[in-house]
């Protein structure tokens, strides 16, 4: 079954370290996305990427980095983690047809303290 | 950018009514919309994507509303019922973009 596969489930960090979010997808789809879920704010758009070595920044980027080293697999990376960074994150996957699915993952909680 | 208002916040309906969720968004490029639901600790699960061709979608429950002219996409759930206590998200993309633009969300919940 298609699927998008996120790990770690939580996470908790102190204010300054270093985290990798990845994201695993079964979809082969070329798209996949990162987004964060803030209550008052919805979904917001990180970074997004079309492909492997491919990289496209989204609405909210700043503090974040972002990697696609294959197509099945795209990562986040918050080297420098800050409080305000403490959300619920999913990543998502699409074809490149406008109407096409996205399937999103199950979601990583981070807590930066 | 797209931008997309979401109402009501919250949304509170007894069993067997119905719970009306109104999005507006503001570029009129946007072509592909869709209705995701998410219960509480779980991903989105999506529920109908309508495309701009499209005016009325009926899933299993609800009935999803497009109005291109006033750059307005509806969500109705008809009869609520206690599963469908959660949060909805409308989101939208334009013809040419990729990522998706969120509302805010609404939260349902429906009482006995």
């Known amino acids: 079954e298609a699927a998008v596969t996120q790990s770690p489930r939580n996470k908790v960090t102190v204010t300054g370290g270093n985290v990798t979010l990845s994201c695993r997808q079964t979809?082969?789809?070329?798209?996949m996305y990162w987004y964060r879920q803030d209550t008052g704010h919805g979904l917001r758009l990180i970074h997004y990427?079309?492909?492997?070595?491919?990289?496209q920044i989204g609405d909210v980027p700043d503090g974040y980095k972002a990697t696609r080293t294959t197509q099945e697999d795209f990562f986040l990376l918050l080297e420098l983690a800050s409080p305000s960074q403490t959300s619920l994150y999913f990543c998502?996957?699409?074809?490149?047809?406008?109407?096409?699915?996205?399937?999103f993952g199950s979601g990583t909680r981070l807590l930066v303290i | 950018g797209e931008q997309v208002e979401q109402r009501p916040p919250h949304l509170s309906v007894r069993e067997g009514d119905s719970a009306f969720i109104t999005c507006t968004y503001t570029?009129?490029?946007?072509?592909?919309f869709f209705w995701y639901k998410q219960e509480p600790g779980a991903s989105l699960q999506l529920l109908m994507k309508?495309?701009?061709?499209?005016e009325i979608n009926e899933g299993q429950g609800f009935t999803v509303l497009l109005n291109k002219k006033d750059k307005r996409l509806s969500l109705n759930l008809t009869a609520a019922h206690p599963g469908d206590s959660a949060a909805y998200f409308c989101a939208v993309r334009g013809n040419y973009a990729q990522g998706l633009t969120f509302g805010l969300g609404t939260r349902v919940s429906v009482f006995p």
């Open positions: 990427s079309y492909g492997a070595g491919n990289l």
């Open positions: 998502a996957s699409s074809d490149s047809e406008g109407n096409s699915d996205y399937t």
């Open positions: 979809n082969s789809h070329n798209y």
């Open positions: 570029d009129p490029n946007s072509y592909y």
């Open positions: 309508v495309f701009s061709s499209t």
